[in-house]
Nanobody, 123 residues
Framework: QAQLVESGGGLVQPGGSLTLSCAAS???????MGWFRQAPGKERDFVAA????????SYADSVKGRFSISRDNAKNTVYLQMNSLKPEDTAVYLC?????????????????RGQGTQVTVSS
């Protein structure tokens, strides 16, 4: 079971950038990793996913071209670089891990998840 801890959230102006990090433990390099987000009163939505070796990525249409997921297996960390942020990107962002190799978009397909970090985009 992977333990996941997110960091890097905060308050940013529209058009700004943030990089989120997710530190993992326990055989991180064998896991497919995903980022999800949940805004107040809304469901938890898929943001991005990356395969165990970083060779494959997947993004939600709403973030394509603005967000980038990456990983450093030597540091047991996955990143989410977020550019051109919009107010509608405001949410709690959490990372999740799965032993499966398919880049799933449903949070229920992931075995473990972190507590999340708040991202607020506002002027």
């Amino acid at each position: 079971q992977a333990q996941l801890v997110e960091s890097g959230g905060g308050l940013v102006q529209p058009g700004g950038s943030l990089t989120l990090s997710c530190a993992a433990s326990a055989r991180f390099s064998t896991y497919t990793m995903g980022w999800f987000r949940q805004a107040p009163g809304k469901e938890r939505d898929f943001v991005a996913a990356i395969s165990w070796n970083g060779g494959r990525t997947s993004y939600a249409d709403s973030v394509k071209g603005r967000f980038s997921i990456s990983r450093d297996n030597a540091k047991n960390t996955v990143y989410l670089q977020m550019n051109s942020l919009k107010p509608e990107d405001t949410a709690v962002y959490l990372c999740a891990a799965t032993r499966g190799i398919v880049l799933r978009v449903g949070i229920r397909d992931y075995d473990d998840r972190g507590q999340g970090t708040q991202v607020t985009v506002s002027s």
